[in-house]
């Protein structure tokens, strides 16, 4: 029987708002108990009832800011109990550094040593070289990172996930030194990543191949056992300037530490943002015969602001600026996502030591902060504290609520609203087990765990690897197991924690890497 009392079963900071969920009706009276001891902490009464259309139930919020000493916990009311949970300053570390590790588990086309990576360790996957796609071409596309619960490798995710990486370690510097059980710190392992990303520029025109991978989905064995012929599909507008956006990220985190290496990027980002405005800008789609992940994508206008403005920052070029500037004055926009990419756009231009337009500047902070009070309207009727109603529940849902708090967090750095923060932190709540399905949605955190996530690796050894953000609900029951389990259900709780449900139980890079932003935007406004 699914809890009634629903907490962040990782936990809360000392200092920061408590809230949990009772879910049912009338008036309700709470405890919170210390779980050493069995004593009472604090005593309280349920705050208003909301009618959760979405997840089809009523509940009411229990607050317990007062307490605050370090310790474990677990709420109860009447004969019912919540899961233990801690309450400490560092109760977030722990997630953090096992979602960093994932990339390190992720990796393409080396030996992972049992040292480091326990039960997923395997020796080099995907080395043989790849054939250009209707050419009988090959080139070395070796490395990198597996994009998902496949063996798949594209440049769109990868060039999004090292933005996210980047804007952490813009928020919170110590992620670079952080020590997570791998060989590497932050920054050399997004320098594997990116090592990969540079094989795929054509050398001779500047562009970008999408994707290597196979031309299908392989059984649910370990990455070695891939043996099919290794598929590189055609350059696209998309990956092309994600590439050169990404990259000259990169310039401004590589060049205090490796010069040379900087340089390097540096060049290949101006000849791929060169390449891109001499192609046709249309969205991507699988070559015939190919039918891994496609990430084509139709809207084609945020890709070239989104270079504009992180080739003017990197490089103080005025034609990055004006092509940018150009674009803002007519449309500005927001989003995180692989589709998507305008706030990294905004970032960019609004932090830069260069010269830009005040007016223009003071436009897109008003847009931000603006873009923070519709999230507003929504987390404010919605029991949950989160920024969704019954029809924000798609595929890859929790990503979508994981950047609308990196957006009340971007609007937090700007105004200093004390709200906005609070209900960022709602939303992490959500993720770590305050939310309908009563999961925890990071694999091997919490009570509730996901254990059978679409993941190859995991499904070969038959336990879920930890530190992996789960896609969640998905009301489109894009699956035939969805489809089994979740019709009829409430748009919240279209979710299953089943292997072929790959629609809402899969996992990405770039819905790790959005957790990481957040969790590191939240730790800077703390301090």
């Known amino acids: 029987m699914p809890n009634m009392i629903l907490v962040d079963e990782i936990g809360y900071h000392q200092n920061d708002p408590k809230t949990a969920l ?54 109860q009311v009447g004969e019912e109990k919540s899961v233990t949970f801690l309450i400490a300053d560092n109760v977030y570390t722990e997630a953090m550094k096992s979602m960093l590790k994932f990339f390190y588990l992720q990796r393409c086309g080396e030996d992972l040593p049992k040292q480091y990576a326990g039960i997923y360790a395997h020796p080099a996957c995907h080395t043989t070289k790849a054939r250009i796609y209707n050419t009988e071409e090959f080139i070395d596309a070796n490395g990198g990172w597996h994009d998902a619960g496949d063996y798949g490798r ?17 928020n919170a510097p110590e992620l670079g030194n952080l020590n997570y059980d791998t ?33 299908g989905f392989c059984d649910f064995f370990m990455p070695e056992e891939e043996k099919e012929e290794l598929v590189v599909s055609p350059t696209s507008y998309t990956s092309t300037l994600d590439f050169a956006a990404s990259l000259a990220m990169a310039v401004i985190f590589y060049e205090p530490v490796d010069p040379d290496f900087a340089k390097k990027l540096a060049e290949a980002s101006v000849k791929a943002y060169d390449a891109a405005l001499k192609m046709e800008a249309v969205g991507f789609h ?75 500047k003071g436009i897109i902070k008003a847009a931000i902060d603006a873009k923070a009070d519709s999230l507003m309207y929504l987390c404010r009727s919605n ?30 750095k700007l105004t200093k609203k004390q709200e906005y923060l609070n209900m960022a932190l709602e939303h992490v709540h959500y993720i770590f087990g305050k939310n309908p399905c009563n999961v925890s949605f990071l694999t091997g955190f919490g009570k509730n765990l996901v254990k059978n996530p679409h993941h190859r690796p995991s499904a070969a050894r038959k336990e879920a690897m930890p530190g992996m953000v789960i896609g969640g609900p998905d009301s489109g029951l894009h699956d035939p197991t969805a489809i089994k389990h979740c019709t009829g259900n409430p748009p919240a709780k279209c979710y299953v924690d089943e292997l072929f449900s790959y629609s809402t139980n899969e996992i990405t890079l770039y819905w790790n890497s959005a957790m990481i932003l957040l969790l590191a935007q939240i730790e800077e406004a703390n301090r």
Not at 154 to 170: K, Q, S
């Open 22 to 75: 009772f879910r049912g009706e009338g008036e309700v009276e709470f405890a919170v108990i210390d779980a050493g001891n069995g004593s009472e902490v604090f005593r309280g009464k349920a705050g208003m009832e909301y009618d959760c259309t979405a997840a089809g139930e009523k509940h009411r919020v229990l607050r317990f800011d007062e307490v605050n000493t370090p310790g474990e916990y677990f709420i």
């Open 154 to 170: 594209y440049i769109v995710p990868a060039a999004v996930t090292i933005a996210d990486l980047f804007l952490a370690l813009e």
């Open 183 to 215: 060989p590497a710190l932050l920054l050399d392992e997004i320098r594997y990543e990116i090592e990969w990303m540079l094989k795929l520029q054509d050398p001779k025109s500047g562009e970008v191949y999408h994707k290597v991978s196979c031309a």
């Open 286 to 360: 699988n070559p015939e015969g190919v039918v891994t992940g496609e990430y084509g994508d139709e809207g084609l206008e945020d890709e070239l602001y989104w270079a504009s403005a992180e080739l003017y920052k990197a490089f103080g070029d005025e034609k990055y600026r004006k092509t940018f500037e150009d674009m803002a004055y007519t449309h500005i926009s927001h989003g995180y996502g692989w589709e998507d990419v305008f706030s990294f756009g905004n970032i960019a231009y609004i932090t830069t030591d260069r010269e830009v337009d005040e007016t223009l």
């Open 383 to 412: 029991g949950y504290g989160v920024s969704f109603n019954e029809k924000s529940f798609i595929w890859g849902s929790n990503m979508y609520l994981i950047q609308n708090a990196s957006h009340l967090m971007e609007a937090y």
